[in-house]
């Protein structure tokens, strides 16, 4: 967004103190540089909308000039009309947006209202994300210069309200092409999700996980929880239920536990079950969540999820160092759909490289790990990954631009074991 008119586009910022940054772009088109500017004002003071601002420009009064829109904490969609110029954009009192039937649009905690031709009619709507996770959507009856807007809707996947879980913040796009606007959604568990517009369909199955055990759970030992799919559609569906685990790094652990299932017409599946927590996880906060819907291509119908606190108490290892899911049937132990690699390894590829090279690393136990760059004489240059990591394979990007041509040793330490890659680097 060019927020000056010099050709370059600029960032506008919303804080949790209820301010909004202007950052300048003082580079160029192809090169932009950002740098802080001041903060927004409103009648000559600091915008402040208490906390969780939320901005979004548009022309709102369709005079030519662009106006503000400010989500915030306490729900609302502020707007603030310019009656400045395009090149210095100057705003006057804040003022609450309406229903074309009167009463302050409010969308419950820490909206985030964007407005854009959602239903393709021509005319601007009002869409706003907000903090249980919920996507709502005043339609405009009116025109674009005098806004008529009905009272908001919850958008739905199928008969299903939007659910991204917590404090959902979205964008309008035409994402697959087809004439009509589709929503990409972020939220709270770092995920971004995807909602295609498409003909309704009939409800599919839900799935709900309820936690049994206590909030403190101590490595080495369980959680139980139990978890209930219902089929309310009026024939037989077949589908996969599955689980993972937030960390408390917000990286992702799973599938924990993947099933295929069928369930007869207004049918369910009800199953206590136990979550073994290793004792060489990190301790904090673990969010556990279930899906129903098509694993493979990542379609969720439903999802659930719980949460818990690992604390720093371990008791004496039971299992590994795996999480793993059982109870389904006679105690069935279902293990993580990924092939878990035997040994430790570090690679780099390409190798020589000019400037980035990507380090590919494995490990068959989650545990704590370190990479670190060297040069030849011993000295430290970069702390590439300091951190907890899951079993399993990763790989970080290592960008050596400042660094000049020569040999450096990439050194990988967890727990007992140390690796060390000659790399090059060519310029």
Same mark, same amino acid.
């Given at each position: 967004?060019?927020?000056?008119?010099?050709?370059?586009?600029?960032?506008?910022?919303?804080?949790?103190?209820?301010?909004?940054?202007?950052?300048?772009?003082?580079?160029?088109?192809?090169?932009?540089?950002?740098?802080?500017?001041?903060?927004?004002?409103?009648?000559?003071?600091?915008?402040?909308?208490?906390?969780?601002?939320?901005?979004?420009?548009?022309?709102?009064?369709?005079?030519?000039?662009?106006?503000?829109?400010?989500?915030?904490?306490?729900?609302?969609?502020?707007?603030?009309?310019?009656?400045?110029?395009?090149?210095?954009?100057?705003?006057?009192?804040?003022?609450?947006? !309406?229903?074309?039937? %009167?009463?302050? &649009?409010?969308? =419950? $905690?820490?909206?985030?209202?964007? /407005?854009?031709?959602? @239903?393709?009619?021509?005319?601007?709507?009002?869409?706003?994300?907000?903090?249980?996770?919920?996507?709502?959507?005043?339609?405009?009856?009116?025109?674009?210069?005098?806004?008529?807007?009905?009272?908001?809707?919850?958008?739905?996947?199928?008969?299903?309200?939007?659910?991204?879980?917590?404090?959902?913040?979205?964008?309008?796009?035409?994402?697959?092409?087809?004439?009509?606007?589709?929503?990409?959604?972020?939220?709270?568990?770092?995920?971004?999700?995807?909602?295609?517009?498409?003909?309704?369909?009939?409800?599919?199955?839900?799935?709900?996980? !309820?936690?049994?055990? %206590?909030?403190? &759970?101590?490595? =080495? $030992?369980?959680?139980?929880?139990? /978890?209930?799919?219902? @089929?309310?559609?009026?024939?037989?569906?077949?589908?996969?239920?599955?689980?993972?685990?937030?960390?408390?790094?917000?990286?992702?652990?799973?599938?924990?536990?993947?099933?295929?299932?069928?369930?007869?017409?207004?049918?369910?599946?009800?199953?206590?079950?136990?979550?073994?927590?290793?004792?060489?996880?990190?301790?904090?906060?673990?969010?556990?969540?279930?899906?129903?819907?098509?694993?493979?291509?990542?379609?969720?119908?439903?999802?659930?999820?719980?949460?818990?606190?690992?604390?720093?108490?371990?008791?004496?290892?039971?299992?590994?160092?795996?999480?793993?899911?059982?109870?389904?049937?006679?105690?069935?132990?279902?293990?993580?759909?990924?092939?878990?690699?035997?040994?430790?390894?570090?690679?780099?590829?390409?190798?020589?490289?000019?400037?980035?090279?990507?380090?590919?690393?494995?490990?068959?136990?989650?545990?704590?790990?370190?990479?670190?760059?060297?040069?030849?004489?011993?000295?430290?240059?970069?702390?590439?990954?300091?951190?907890?990591?899951?079993?399993?394979?990763?790989?970080?990007?290592?960008?050596?631009?400042?660094?000049?041509?020569?040999?450096?040793?990439?050194?990988?330490?967890?727990?007992?074991?140390?690796?060390?890659?000659?790399?090059?680097?060519?310029?």
């Amino acid at each position: 967004m060019d927020w000056n008119e010099d050709g370059l586009q600029d960032l506008l910022v919303g804080e949790n103190a209820g301010t909004v940054r202007y950052f300048r772009n003082i580079g160029t088109v192809g090169n932009p540089s950002l740098t802080f500017d001041s903060y927004l004002q409103s009648g000559g003071i600091n915008i402040d909308i208490g906390s969780y601002s939320q901005p979004w420009v548009n022309d709102w009064n369709e005079d030519g000039m662009k106006d503000l829109l400010v989500g915030s904490s306490d729900g609302f969609a502020n707007l603030y009309i310019n009656v400045g110029t395009n090149e210095q954009p100057r705003f006057n009192s804040e003022i609450h947006i !309406t229903y074309a039937t %009167g009463g302050q &649009i409010d969308f =419950g $905690s820490r909206s985030g209202p964007i /407005v854009i031709d959602l @239903n393709g009619d021509g005319v601007k709507d009002l869409i706003s994300g907000e903090y249980s996770g919920k996507i709502y959507y005043c339609q405009n009856n009116g025109t674009n210069d005098n806004p008529q807007l009905a009272n908001m809707v919850a958008l739905k996947t199928g008969t299903l309200d939007i659910d991204h879980g917590s404090t959902a913040r979205i964008a309008i796009v035409d994402w697959d092409d087809d004439g009509v606007m589709d929503i990409a959604s972020g939220g709270y568990d770092s995920r971004l999700r995807l909602y295609l517009q498409a003909e309704t369909t009939e409800p599919a199955p839900t799935v709900v996980l !309820t936690r049994l055990s %206590g909030y403190s &759970i101590p490595g =080495g $030992s369980y959680c139980d929880y139990n /978890v209930l799919i219902n @089929n309310q559609t009026a024939s037989s569906v077949t589908y996969d239920g599955w689980t993972d685990i937030q960390l408390p790094d917000d990286s992702f652990y799973g599938p924990i536990m993947l099933r295929e299932l069928t369930t007869p017409a207004y049918g369910n599946v009800n199953h206590d079950l136990s979550l073994y927590v290793p004792p060489g996880a990190p301790n904090g906060y673990y969010y556990y969540y279930g899906y129903v819907g098509d694993e493979s291509s990542l379609q969720v119908y439903s999802s659930s999820y719980f949460y818990f606190y690992k604390t720093a108490l371990d008791n004496v290892p039971s299992g590994g160092n795996e999480w793993i899911s059982t109870g389904w049937e006679d105690d069935e132990i279902m293990d993580p759909s990924v092939q878990l690699p035997a040994s430790i390894s570090l690679t780099a590829s390409p190798n020589p490289f000019n400037p980035t090279t990507t380090l590919r690393f494995s490990q068959p136990d989650p545990g704590h790990v370190m990479i670190s760059v060297f040069d030849v004489s011993g000295r430290k240059l970069n702390q590439l990954v300091d951190g907890f990591r899951n079993a399993g394979s990763h790989e970080i990007t290592w960008d050596a631009s400042s660094l000049p041509a020569g040999v450096y040793l990439v050194d990988l330490q967890t727990g007992q074991t140390r690796l060390t890659e000659k790399v090059v680097l060519l310029k």
